[in-house]
């Protein structure tokens, strides 16, 4: 599930800027595979934290996690030279991220609440002890 789009991210950080970030060849237009990988990069990286707590693909996604998306996408665009602006916000996005695995932060207000952790924990469940230390029970 792809959480921003090529579109999301011209549309808050400037055409301009993701043509400066992702046009390698000089050919004078925004490279959608470029775009594609970051996105993607930025998709894996939200779902290793929200998987937690919630089911995934999701069945909306709310706007928070669009931003979210879309400042980890720019971040991994700028590369080896991030603005402060830029990994300010990213580092935003992953404290966000991480309260949203511990519980502590909900993925939004869009109708999406968190699921709750997946438990991998076993139980065990029987009957009371016959046998002790000093004894057995009756029957």
Do not use: C
């Amino acid at each position: 599930m792809t959480y921003a789009t090529q579109q999301a991210l011209v549309d808050r950080f400037g055409e301009l800027e993701i043509l400066q970030l992702t046009d390698r060849d000089n050919v004078g237009s925004i490279d959608a595979e470029v775009v594609a990988s970051a996105l993607a990069d930025a998709d894996e990286l939200i779902d290793s934290y929200i998987a937690a707590r919630a089911a995934l693909p999701l069945a909306t996604v709310p706007e928070r996690l669009v931003r979210v998306a879309g400042d980890i996408a720019r971040y991994f665009l700028h590369a080896d030279a991030p603005t402060e602006q830029v990994r300010t916000a990213y580092k935003d996005s992953l404290t966000w991220l991480r309260d949203v695995a511990a519980g502590k932060a909900t993925l939004g207000d869009d109708g999406v609440t968190a699921a709750g952790p997946a438990s991998a924990t076993i139980e065990f469940v029987g009957d009371d002890r016959l046998m002790s230390r000093t004894g057995l029970k009756d029957f």
